[in-house]
């Protein structure tokens, strides 16, 4: 837990920083130090589209607003994923992939710190639409199965051959 005393100027943006990271179902950080202007305007608009939202902001600032104290250097940018905890998360790994000048530094989701590799796994998860239609063919292939076997077996009970 951080204990900082903050210049009155820049509490503000702490505030504001607390209300997202608050609100936020996951966080990522990334480094941005290779993105341009017109690439980091790209990402915002495809991460906001998603319900999440991009911060850049100074390290200790965001640090004081976590109240946690991880060890954040360099250039970051802080990715909220406010929809559900991937949506954003799987923006941000598609552009890394197309563009290849982000990279995942950390994440947080609830009360525990991601590494970059969490991070990179949680992006890969299929989406919840997936999920939800994958979990649904096997349910209804698996009941087809046996309703199938079912009847063969009553046909066999009923019209001995």
Do not use: C
């Not at 989406?127 to 979990?135: A, C, E, M, P, Q």
């Not at 309703?147 to 009923?158: C, D, F, P, Y």
């Amino acid at each position: 837990m951080i204990k900082r005393a903050i210049n009155p100027q820049k509490a503000s943006r702490v505030a504001a920083l607390a209300a997202l990271v608050s609100k936020a179902k996951s966080i990522a950080v990334v480094d941005y130090t290779k993105m341009t202007p017109p690439q980091a305007t790209e990402l915002r608009k495809s991460v906001k589209a998603t319900g999440g939202e991009i911060k850049v902001e100074k390290n200790t600032l965001f640090k004081i607003a976590l109240n946690k104290d991880v060890d954040l250097k360099g250039l970051s940018a802080f990715v909220f994923s406010n929809s559900d905890e991937i949506s954003a998360l799987k923006v941000v790994s598609d552009f890394i992939k197309k563009n290849n000048v982000l990279s995942f530094k950390m994440g947080f989701m609830g009360d525990r710190v991601l590494e970059w590799n969490d991070i990179v796994l949680l992006a890969q998860t299929p989406s919840k639409d997936v999920s939800l239609r994958k979990l649904l063919y096997l349910l209804n292939y698996n009941t087809s199965r046996l309703v199938r076997t079912l009847e063969v077996i009553t046909n066999k009970i009923t019209h001995p051959a």
